[in-house]
């Protein structure tokens, strides 16, 4: 079982910043790929990016290519999305997940590959 908890939204202006945590219940997530996703209301659940476990190879959508950098500290067992320049359609509920396996697939961008899912952490952007 791995449990994820994310962290670190809240509310910021357009062209503000913010980094969220995925925090992780076991030391194993160093080698497990993790994704994050957004959902805002009334859309499907998004892909935004994916990161490998060890040199961490990295994904991401077109839609926040740029903007947003996901990175790992293993040694905290935590996986972090940097969102930078951000717009008030990134208001969303943002999910990290995991499907524990090493690398992102070709199919990381699919949400019914994860197995694990954190409860989420709300993203409002507005003035």
């Known amino acids: 079982q791995v449990q994820l908890v994310e962290s670190g939204g809240g509310r910021v202006q357009p062209g503000g910043s913010l980094r969220l945590s995925c925090a992780a219940s076991t030391s194993t997530l160093s080698y497990y790929a993790v994704a994050w996703f957004r959902q805002a209301p009334g859309k499907e659940r998004e892909a935004l990016s994916c990161i490998s476990s060890g040199v961490g190879s990295l994904s991401y959508a077109d839609s926040v290519k740029g903007r947003f950098t996901v990175s790992r500290d293993d040694a905290m067992n935590t996986v972090y999305l940097q969102m930078n320049s951000l717009k008030p359609e990134d208001t969303a509920v943002y999910y990290c997940?995991?499907?524990?396996?090493?690398?992102?697939?070709?199919?990381?961008?699919?949400?019914?590959?994860?197995?694990?899912w954190g409860q989420g952490t709300q993203v409002t952007v507005s003035p």
């Open positions: 997940a995991t499907d524990r396996v090493e690398i992102c697939m070709s199919t990381w961008d699919l949400p019914q590959q994860y197995d694990y």
